[in-house]
């Protein structure tokens, strides 16, 4: 071995043992105990698939499960709306830093602060029915965390407006790094606005556009934060999602392998729907 690789070796070395020890051996760890019956008072045995088919017989989490998959329709939105903006904010205008720092601000608040302004929001004599009540648009004040039709719609709406900031950033910082001279070209040529995006910037962009829709995978089916501190999965289970079942389960009430199955299908879940973004927007070479 070179001294040069050794040397990458020793920088790389304490990284990958912090790895080992806080996330791939409690990944293996709890994925055998996924198997077992685990408690901290009795001795533990090997139960086979007993959680799998004991967690889908458990309604709550096919609730929580077909809320994780509704969840992933914030994905379109988020990428859609994140490419506009960047676009948007990749021209030379008046106050534009402060723009892009405004949508930015969502991604650095903590989830407590953000909830906890949410909250007031979507209070029923907070501002969002005042403004409403006001324009005439509604008849009486909504009760938009406390309905079981909206509530889950309210929180897809905070995972969209706090992730919307980060995937702009992504996307503008991959167009101010694509080659002018191309566009230059198109433009020479007599290709307008909209053909010069759709044609030549948005196949450039691919790349990034399949990292940040698995990232915005990833974060839709681990939602967890968002039910926490806006509804604890209420009213009536229509926010519980798959992860917070495995939380619900394994530390609120101690049942601790029912609570590693569930984060292990939702694990799976990611893997098998982070595959297939890979499948399908991983850019194609062009013979």
Known sequence: MSSQRLLAWLFVTPALLLLAAFSFWPVLYGSYLSFTDFSLMRETHWVGLDNYVALFNNEMFLTGLRNSFVFLLVVPCTQLAAILLAVLVNNRLPAIRW????????????????????????????????????????????????????????????????????????????????????????????????????????????????????????????????????????PMNSTFTALYYAYDQGLKHLKLPRGLAASFVVSLSCIGIAAVCLQYLRPRQRT
């Open 99 to 234: 723009f892009r720092a405004a949508f930015y601000v969502p991604v650095v608040t903590t989830v407590s602060v953000v909830g906890i302004m949410w909250g007031f929001m979507f209070h029923e004599q907070g501002a969002l029915n005042y403004v409403l009540l006001r324009a005439h648009l509604i008849a009486a004040p909504l009760g938009w965390l406390s309905d079981d039709t909206l509530a889950l719609l309210c929180v897809m709406f905070v995972s969209f407006w706090r992730g919307l900031g980060w995937y702009m950033v992504m996307y503008l910082a991959a167009l101010q790094s694509l080659p002018a001279e191309v566009e230059e070209a198109a433009l020479l040529d007599g290709a307008n606005r909209w053909q010069r995006f759709w044609r030549i910037t948005f196949p450039m962009l691919l790349p990034t556009v399949m990292i940040c829709s698995i990232m915005c995978v990833l974060a839709a089916l681990k939602a967890y934060q968002e039910v926490d501190v806006l509804t604890q999965g209420g």
